[in-house]
């Protein structure tokens, strides 16, 4: 994610981010551009405006179908914008969830518990991890270079990565109580933040895997491809050759809401706009390491 700053115009005018929609459109912007002039064309030396005056009717029906590509696209980019931050309140639930529980640990384990003390400090924040790498690749890496604790060793990349490290937190959890290193009711006030770990895994799995309808995403398409195509049509009559510069925009405006949805909505890829979610576990970890002296 691209860290700037909003009030800045001057960079928000004159500046193109590898995200901006005019490099990815370009080519269909300046094929849109010849195509707009063809037409410009076609209607002024040969259709000879003044006896086809009719062709200038096109314009009501342009003017009746943009209410409805207004809301098609505003529907579409407050949809993509839904998910894009649904995912960032769940990565801030997952790092509110990660400091509560290492105040917790760091409040109910006795000060030399050393080994208990440094499981903790590792798996918590290897379940963020491994989260991440789950949503960005379907793929688990565990980042593990020691081996105080064997249970890391059972983890397989494999299965189910974020679900493994969950159940390795928790049955160390009950371990302690069973050892009665921890009370009953420190159980009961920890429960939370460990039924939290699951939730916000399958929350963000739904986000990841579940994406627009592909039929709903290509009726806008094909909507913005025919009303942007049968603009010249229509206007030439009023406007002459300068609809090669007038439908292009149109177009580049439109079809620019369609690729920002588009970027939005997998937030958990590598586009600028996605979220910074690697910063997001290294702070988890900087955070747990700084609790659980």
């Known amino acids: 994610m691209i860290v700037y700053n909003p009030k800045d115009w001057f960079q928000a005018l004159f500046s193109l981010q590898r995200s901006d929609t005019v490099r990815k459109l370009f080519p269909l912007i300046l094929l849109i551009a010849l195509y707009s002039g063809g ?7 040969y259709l ?3 006896e086809k005056n009719w062709i200038k009717n096109i314009t009501v ?3 009746l179908l943009g209410f409805v590509m207004s809301l098609l696209l505003v529907f579409r980019t407050n949809t993509a914008y839904d998910r894009w931050w649904e995912a960032r ?5 997952l790092t509110n969830v990660s400091r509560n529980l290492a105040i917790k640990i760091q409040a109910f384990l006795e000060s030399d518990d050393q080994l208990n003390r440094g499981f903790f400090t590792k798996s918590i924040p290897l379940f963020a991890s491994t989260l991440f790498d789950h949503l960005r690749s379907n793929k688990t890496r565990f980042m593990l270079d020691e081996k105080e604790h064997p249970e890391f060793e059972t983890l397989d990349s494999q299965k189910h990565g974020p679900n493994q490290v969950a159940s390795l937190i ?3 959890i009950n371990q302690l109580y069973l050892e009665k290193l921890i009370t009953g009711d420190q159980l009961i006030v920890m429960s939370q933040e ?8 399958g929350a963000c799995e739904r986000i990841k895997n579940t994406p627009i309808p592909i039929s709903y995403s290509s009726f806008i398409k094909k909507f913005i491809f ?8 229509g206007y030439v009559v009023s406007m002459g050759y300068f609809v090669m510069a007038t439908v292009p925009f149109i177009f580049y405006v ?7 949805a588009e970027s939005i909505e997998d937030p958990f890829g590598t586009d600028p706009d996605d979220l910074p979610i690697e910063k997001m576990v290294n702070n988890i970890g900087i955070h747990v390491a700084e609790i659980i002296r």
């Not at 037409?39 to 030396?45: D, G, L, R, S």
């Not at 309140?89 to 639930?93: A, E, I, S, V, Y």
């Not at 460990?194 to 895994?201: H, K, N, P, R, V």
């Open 89 to 93: 309140k769940q990565w801030g639930m």
């Open 61 to 63: 029906l342009h003017s």
């Open 170 to 172: 928790v049955e160390r």
């Open 194 to 201: 460990l039924q939290s770990f699951a939730d916000i895994c």
């Open 39 to 45: 037409i410009a064309f076609w209607e002024i030396e």
């Open 254 to 260: 439109m079809a620019s809401l369609e690729v920002i």
């Open 48 to 50: 000879k405006l003044s």
């Open 226 to 233: 025919i009303y942007v195509l049968t603009l010249p049509l």
